[in-house]
């Protein structure tokens, strides 16, 4: 890892003709006829996976690893960065129509965008979804060609204190965007991070919290979690009000009015996208919290907030913008400066070292056609996605009608081979279906899952970075509130904290 | 929306799970700060500083719920109406098949597991016709994406074990 100014100095200085030569030899390699035949598959296979609850960009990723290893460096990159671009929108797709994000970082796509598959919209919030998507992506992607030089020096003033506010903000952010009771959602927030205590500690490596469980000591695995929690539970209510998806109305609802409603609101998906993105560039929490944070403040801006959360399609169209906008920010941190910016890039970053490339500054001067080739198979993919969200919505949103006497046994099965894939344990199996119990109950009683599913992200960073700062200060608790990006995340937390309260006062003056 | 009984029965119901969950989550956080007591200082220090926070919050939802504070959100009414009344013996009859196809995945293995109870469900709760084109194909897109593509994890199920052999899967 270098210091800012190294990697100012490595950028600036990368001469033309390397760069040249690079962004040739990726062009060359992405729209050979074998790049191309891989991006269309590796972007289907990641749209395919994403769209199993459960999975996601991460499980994606390192189950290709190994399948990609004995590639070119180039043509190996080409198929993880397709297989994520595909991945984001897979996501979205079950966010929408089963109230399943793929991944955490699709989670508030289900505030609005399962609403609107209930009303028989589905297909309308997917193309809605598909097009912002898109949009943010690209948006996301040339932020981080134009900014890379001068924004990496920003991801680096973030310090542990900073870390633990940061994760603080995004949890205060996720109990006041969901609906329901704030206090609930801070509560399973607040369990989340308790359920990252099993295991290992972070402080000393002792193990604890395991009850003689010695499947507890390596932690409770979030893949599980979020299938039980959201996958299982939504089929369980499905047939135990005996119900499809969708009740009433046309089976899709209309693509072009999803595109057309981003369209009209291109600058808030410029916003979300901006925003997302920016908080992409922070390492290791952006990539979870920015799409509640492009939706809160959609939402808190609108001038009908309450309908957010009933089927609001800017709701979906924000949360997707800053989703696949993140993306480009999280490569920031990731590529610049070998600090993964997202559970995703993490495992990317992986990948790069397995190849024997170091992400950094050097990964900048000496594997410049390989980051090409990663940013113009993002691209590609992403427009491929648009455009299997914009012609496949109508098939998708079918799912909407599938009685659930074939969907529930469809999706356990599905949930089941799932949860067992990502580390070949079946006690990972029965774990999911004591959080499909939990999930089920958080459901009838309007409590966030998403809330517990970003504390058990989240908790461990907090934990590290609490830890981490208290050995910065020689135990003084000071450093927490000392240093002015801190106090920035403090204010911002309880400003946060704050809106229920506003919203209350607002709703007394109106009465 | 519901007839008054239903409805009734349906926040009577709700109340239950919240009562449930709640006591869970107490019951749950509590016996961390007891446990804790053995752990080092520093090790202990964050999970006993959120296990008070959240019974600290856990007691102010308490008080909320008493004294009708429902304002902005703070705190919601107990019970959340969706429109649509789940059926409690369905849900938990879900539950139960679950349970059987997680019981069946690590008895005879996770795809033969998937053919035979999809099969079943959708057989006992739709048309036999459909289970036989249902269980298969769900069986079958298993094997291809996970076992075939994704290259899974070998598991040797306990009938393997027994045999003393290993088919994986």
Known sequence: ?511 | MFPPSADRLRTHGAQRIRYGYYTAVVAYLGSWVVVARAYRPDTRLLPIAVAVGILGLVALRAAATRLGIVGGGLATDPTSDDGRDPDTRRALAAFGWLAGLVSAGIVVGFVPGILVVVTAFVARYDRPRRAAVVGPTTAAAVYVLFVLLLELPPYDPVVARLLGGGFGG
């Open chain 1, 1 to 511: 890892m270098g210091s800012p100014a190294g990697i100012h100095l490595t950028v600036l200085l990368v001469d033309l003709a390397q760069f040249e030569t690079a962004a040739a030899t990726a062009f060359g390699t992405v729209f050979s006829p074998i790049g191309l035949a891989l991006v269309v598959g590796a972007t289907l296979l990641g749209v395919t996976v994403g769209s199993i609850p459960g999975l996601g960009g991460p499980v994606a990723l390192s189950l290709l690893i190994p399948v990609t290893f004995e590639l070119d460096p180039r043509l190996a990159f080409l198929v993880l960065a397709a297989t994520l671009g595909g991945v984001n929108f897979g996501g979205s797709i079950t966010a929408v129509l089963l109230n399943t994000p793929g991944t955490a970082p699709n989670a508030a796509t289900t505030f609005d965008g399962f609403p609107l598959a209930t009303q028989g919209r589905g297909a309308e919030a997917i193309a809605a979804s598909a097009i912002a998507s898109g949009a943010g992506a690209l948006l996301g992607l040339s932020l981080f060609v134009l900014l890379l030089p001068i924004l990496t020096p920003i991801a680096l003033a973030f310090w542990s204190p900073e870390y633990f506010w940061l994760a603080v903000v995004g949890i205060a952010t996720i109990a006041v965007a969901s609906d329901g009771s704030v206090i609930d959602d801070l509560i399973a927030g607040g369990v989340g991070i308790a359920l990252t205590f099993h295991g290992v500690s972070t402080v000393t490596g002792g193990i604890r919290y395991t009850a003689g469980f010695q499947y507890l000591q390596s932690g409770v695995p979030l893949v599980p979690v979020i299938i039980g929690l959201f996958a299982i539970a939504q089929m369980v209510e499905l047939f135990a009000t005996d119900t499809t998806v969708a009740d009433g109305g046309s089976i899709a609802g209309d693509r072009l009015r999803g595109v057309k409603a981003t369209l009209v609101r291109w600058p808030m998906v410029i916003g979300s996208g901006v925003l997302g993105w920016a908080i992409g560039v922070i390492p290791g929490v952006g990539g979870t919290v920015a799409n509640f944070v492009a939706y809160l403040q959609v939402k808190e801006r609108a001038d009908d907030p309450d309908s957010f959360g009933e089927g609001n399609i800017a709701g979906v169209i924000a949360s997707e913008a800053a989703n696949d906008a993140k993306d480009g920010g999280s490569l920031v941190p990731t590529l610049a400066l070998g600090i993964p910016g997202s559970a995703s890039t993490a495992v990317l970053l992986s990948a790069f070292l397995l190849h024997g490339l170091t992400p950094g500054p050097l990964l900048l001067s000496e594997g410049l056609d390989v980051v090409f080739v990663v940013l113009l198979a993002l691209v590609c993919s992403n427009v491929l996605t648009s455009a299997v969200g914009l012609v496949g919505s109508p098939v998708f949103a079918k799912v909407t009608r599938v009685p659930p006497s074939i969907l529930l046994p469809v999706v356990f099965g599905l949930a089941v081979i799932g949860a067992f894939a990502v580390r070949g344990r079946a006690a990972d199996v029965a774990l999911m279906a004591g959080f499909g119990l939990l999930g089920y109950a958080m459901r009838r009683l309007d409590v966030s899952r998403i809330a517990l599913v970003i504390g058990l992200v989240l908790g461990g960073l907090v934990e590290e970075n609490f830890h981490r700062s208290l050995q910065i200060s020689g135990g003084e608790y000071g450093i927490f509130v000392s240093r002015p990006l801190s106090i920035v995340m403090i204010v911002v937390s309880v400003a946060v904290l704050a809106i229920p309260l506003r919203r209350a006062y607002r709703g007394a003056l109106s009465e």
